[in-house]
């Protein structure tokens, strides 16, 4: 394995910085988010074409997805940092009075974020953002999948940040294991379950805190719908599965669950939307990213290949190896232990899967592992309210896709295999911070009863103390309570 | 014993989980109930077993163990309703229209693997925010403290609904078994050596884990005090918390060079009050919980190095375990008391021309799991707060923090991830989840391709939140 170049250096400057205590102060932190603006502001025009050399993404998609993300989670930061930054006061019991209780966040130090390729310039910079809030130094690897944002935000970033706190390190798997190896204060990693384990793993020897962000399969609902509603849905629906990143996206729409007799309308119905988003020929996709590469490209073609699986496909199933293009594609009920069903698909194939009752749906997403998020179309409130209460997952957004990752108010983030951790506005702030518990006492007011030697009158007032029981305790200490009178000997 | 069936048990509570009951407020309200009386109806025996384990004072074991637990218990119930509610989020004008909430959701089946030095505490605590989020349980107490492993085995069998919590008495082989199956939440309380293998163990399932370690925590002395209100707080914190063995004990002391003879003299002086002339003779210090831990300290205060220093106490009876409340002078900073976690009787004083100092020698280690200062100078005061990094530091009193149940209780660095007490203890125990509700109007065609000029300035101007922007572009100004 070749050493990275320079890491020891890096890191022991990146050290030197945070002890100095420059990254602390609130006027350090709102520079850097600022300048975060002006890079994305600056440059829109040079993150759209590394967007579009890397996966084909359309500028409103990367508007939308990417630098909109940014700037607005960036300008959230900047005018929330120093509210969030505040010791927040804890209620304490009369006991410890006179003493003052606080809640104090401090940065963790210096924090390790690896992103991933599909949404490759927010994916790197919201978590970025969120550290910096909170204080910290940070080593930025960018996906190297994704090698033209990588190298846009590599040779861009030091003429934006302070360079002696936020420094960006470009590589493959051989970069990524030399950083694991260091001691971070902070790991957050966005990708795939089977790296998460790996990176968790590397993080135990230094016990070192992580956030990982995974994916899964995220199902969605579909209940019967007046037809106004339903097309609405449909238009959601495919914004949700096509739109991020042709399908590329952790929280884009895995698969969908109907009932039966729903299953043929909807088919139509998509198939309209298909042809009204993208067009028709394969050969015009401008609307639709591609798959980010060849790897990926076979990974997903593959999914198609099982006879049984292709000869579900109701809509699509071609595509262009040479420019990395798969059409938008609809399965209806490939066979659940086809690998399309099983792994997180990641690409622009949509399996229908239909069921009896609608309700039956609870039990098919709680017999698969904990997906990041589910989307529900009903208007059905006690079902909602089911879902809601007997399913598990990241997120749950009704009658909606995808835009659960616009609302800063909300902590975004897995559970079970889809991750842990959270981030988003204020959870960003938090995730990067420690917690630190801060009591202040003076010395009036000392408690005699909590020092040895111990007797049964301390005992009783430690009691009484613990029930908050006040007026026992006024009682105790006048000698009303006869009892302990006599035994009372200090 | 038996050998148990880690997997067969994993699997029964997970039916038990996945049949929904754990999730009801009123199983979690009759389940803390069930804690409370169990605490209550056995105080004796539980203190007989702490006793029998520790030969921890009766008042100690009450105060620090029992009242505890009892407290964070009441809390939980009083509480519950209002932490089990949805919290609703304000939502922007980007996802308009729409309603937001984050709503706390159990996570599943959780491990909580306590320590040996509070064992009833350290072992129901944990078990109270499980239970009060919903989780069902495997309680796996330390083998260290026999007596209390096995009261807390037959008391929770007796009390509490079995189907959803479970204790599992062991050693290592039992504990290895355990972190071998896929949890949803692993909480553990011991030492960094054991608290990295259980997080690689869990790494394997992808399993949060809440790390409960320890570390070296100082106390900064300073000068202008009242002396002996400052030398009882800090006895109170090292050896009236189970003679030292406790994660949050002071384990050094840093003063000046002027100082240090009046707080070694105050310090004698107090704990010959508390513990008479021969402390061997009291009823009010536990002892060293076995001979491992008894040999290690011995260890310690034999090296070479440290030997001399010895300014106060130092005797030793191997036979009852017990080790004298002992202050060492001016240890080098390369021995090897100064570079463990002493976690027992042993107070090392090291001193230095200004305080200031202080502060580097503890930012020189690892981040510890407390840090008191002892001062009425309110820039040192601030000085400390904003410098010293510690899961919890506290001016002017020793280890009270941990009875504030609105502070998070948790390490950080070295001294562990995550953190519990109160409320915190519901939230480390539950998954937030985030719930975005919309309505099918309102839709806006700029989400959808195909993608045009005009879309991407409208949506600029919705992420942006600016109303006039979307105005504009919406009547075609733009």
Redesign the interface.
């Known amino acids: 394995m070749e050493e990275l170049a320079g890491l020891t250096q890096s890191l022991g400057e990146l050290r030197e910085t945070f002890k100095s205590g420059k990254t602390r102060g609130v006027e350090w932190r709102k520079a850097q988010l600022r300048a975060i603006l002006k890079l994305v502001e600056e440059n829109e025009d040079k993150i759209f074409d590394a967007l579009q050399q890397d996966l084909g993404k359309h500028p409103v998609e990367s508007y939308r997805d990417e630098v909109g993300i940014v700037k607005k989670s960036a300008s959230n930061s900047l005018e929330s940092v120093q509210k969030w930054m505040a010791p927040k006061k804890g209620h304490l019991p009369l006991l410890l009075f006179p003493a003052t209780a606080e809640v104090l966040p401090e940065p963790l130090g210096l924090v390790l974020i690896l992103s991933s390729w599909n949404f490759p310039i927010s994916l790197s910079l919201d978590p970025v953002i969120g550290a910096i809030s909170a204080g910290n130094t940070v080593v930025l690897k960018p996906s190297e999948l994704a090698p033209a944002c990588s190298s846009f935000l590599a040779n861009t970033i030091p003429h934006y940040l302070d360079s002696q706190a936020i420094k960006v390190i470009e590589g493959g798997i051989d970069a990524a294991e030399q950083l694991l190896q260091q001691k971070w204060d902070k790991i957050f990693f966005t990708g795939s379950p089977q790296v998460g384990r790996v990176i968790m793993s590397a993080a135990a020897k230094h016990l070192t805190p992580v956030t990982l962000e995974l994916g899964g399969k995220c199902p969605t609902i579909l209940d019967s719908l007046p037809d106004s509603d339903l097309e609405v849905a449909i238009k959601r629906i495919a914004g949700g599965k096509w739109g991020p990143c042709s399908g590329q996206a952790c929280i884009g729409i895995d698969y969908i669950l109907v009932e039966q007799k729903f299953a043929s309308i909807l088919v139509e119905l998509l198939k309209k939307c298909i042809k009204k988003f993208y067009g028709e020929s394969m050969e015009n996709l401008k609307n639709l990213c591609r798959i980010v590469n060849k790897h990926h490209f076979n990974r997903v073609c593959n999914l198609l290949e099982d006879p049984s699986v292709s000869a579900s496909i109701v809509h699509g199933g071609s595509w262009d190896e040479e420019n990395l293009m798969i059409e938008p594609t609809i399965l209806l009920d490939p066979p659940l232990d086809a690998d399309i069903m099983t792994e997180e698909i990641f690409g622009p194939l949509l399996p229908i899967i239909t069921l009896n009752k609608i309700e039956e749906s609870i039990e098919f997403i709680n017999s698969r592992p904990k997906p990041l998020a589910i989307y529900a179309f009903t208007k059905n409130e006690r079902f909602k309210q089911k879902l809601l209460s007997e399913t598990s997952s990241g997120s749950i957004t009704f009658n909606d896709a995808m835009i659960q990752f616009l609302c800063d108010v909300l902590p975004f983030g897995g559970v079970g295999r889809s991750g842990f951790g959270r981030y988003h506005g204020k959870y960003s702030f938090d995730t990067f911070s420690h917690e630190k518990a801060v009591l202040h006492r003076n010395f009036y007011f000392e408690l005699e009863p909590r020092y040895p030697p111990w007797n049964n009158f301390k005992l009783d007032f430690i009691k009484l103390a613990y029930d908050f029981n006040y007026l026992g305790l006024l009682l105790l200490l006048s000698g009303l309570r006869r009892i302990f009178r006599s035994k009372r000997s200090n | 014993m038996a050998f148990f069936d880690p997997t067969a048990t994993v699997k029964e509570l997970r039916g038990t989980f ?1 049949s ?1 009951k754990t ?1 009801s407020y009123e199983w979690r309200v009759s389940q803390l109930k069930a804690l409370l009386k169990l605490a209550s109806f056995h105080e004796k025996e539980i203190i007989d077993a702490l006793h029998s384990d520790l030969s921890k ?4 074991s ?2 620090f163990e029992i ?2 637990m ?2 964070g218990c009441k809390l939980a119930l009083k509480e519950l309703r209002s932490w089990m509610a949805p919290e609703k ?4 004008m ?2 308009f229209p ?1 309603s ?1 909430e ?2 706390p ?1 159990p ?2 089946v959780v491990l909580v693997i306590s320590a040996w030095n509070y064992p009833f505490l350290l072992s129901l605590d944990p078990v109270i925010g499980a239970i009060a989020a919903g989780n069902t349980v495997v309680l796996k107490p330390s083998e260290i403290a026999p007596a209390t492993s096995s009261v807390l085995a037959k008391l929770l069998g007796q009390y509490m609904d079995c189907s959803a919590v479970k204790v599992i008495e062991g050693a290592v082989p039992e504990t290895t078994a355990l972190l071998e199956q896929k949890w ?1 939440k692993i909480l553990y309380t011991g030492n ?1 050596k054991v ?3 259980v ?2 163990a ?3 399932h ?1 399993t ?1 884990v809440v ?1 409960e ?1 320890g570390g070296k925590s100082p106390v900064i002395v300073d000068s202008d ?2 002396l002996k ?2 030398a ?1 707080r800090i ?2 914190g090292k050896w ?1 918390c189970n003679n030292g063995q406790a994660c949050i004990s002071p384990d050094y002391i840093i003063t000046t060079k002027d100082y240090v003879s009046e707080l070694i003299d105050a310090l004698s002086s107090e704990l010959e009050k ?3 002339k021969d402390p061997f003779k ?3 210090l536990s002892r060293i919980v076995n001979s491992n831990h008894f040999h290690r300290l011995c260890k310690l205060l034999d090296d070479d190095k440290v030997s001399g220093k010895i300014v106060h106490g130092g005797q030793k009876d191997i036979t009852n375990l017990k080790i004298a409340p002992t202050l060492l002078l001016d240890v080098p900073e390369d021995s090897l008391i100064m570079n463990e976690e002493i976690f027992g009787p042993l107070l090392p004083i090291i001193t230095v021309n200004k305080l200031e100092e202080s502060f580097n020698i503890i ?1 020189s280690k690892e981040k510890p799991l407390a840090a008191y200062l002892f001062t ?1 100078n309110k820039k040192l ?1 601030e000085d400390f ?2 410098n010293i ?9 020793t280890a ?2 941990v ?2 149940s ?4 948790g390490g ?3 001294s ?4 519990y007490h109160g409320k915190f203890s519901f939230d480390t125990f539950s ?10 109007a309102g ?1 806006l065609a ?7 000029q005009k ?2 300035k409208l ?2 101007a919705l ?3 600016s109303l006039i922007g979307i105005i504009r572009v919406l009547l075609g100004w733009e």
């Open positions: 996945d929904g999730k004072p009766e008042l100690e009450f105060l009242a505890l009892k407290t989020a304000k939502t922007s980007t996802t729409s937001a984050i709503v959701e996570l599943g949803d960094g608290g990295r293998i997080m690689s869990a790494a394997k992808l949060p790390l370690l005090i009242d209100v400052s009882r006895i109170a009236g508390f513990y008479g009291s009823d009010d930012k009425n005061k707060i904003s990094s510690a899961g919890g530091l506290v001016v002017n009193d009270m923090h009875a504030v609105t502070l998070p209780f950080v660095g070295e562990g991830m995550g953190a998954h937030q989840k985030a719930v975005l509700l919309r309505s099918f839709d700029a989400r959808y391709p195909p993608y045009t879309k991407q949506l600029r992420l942006n939140g």
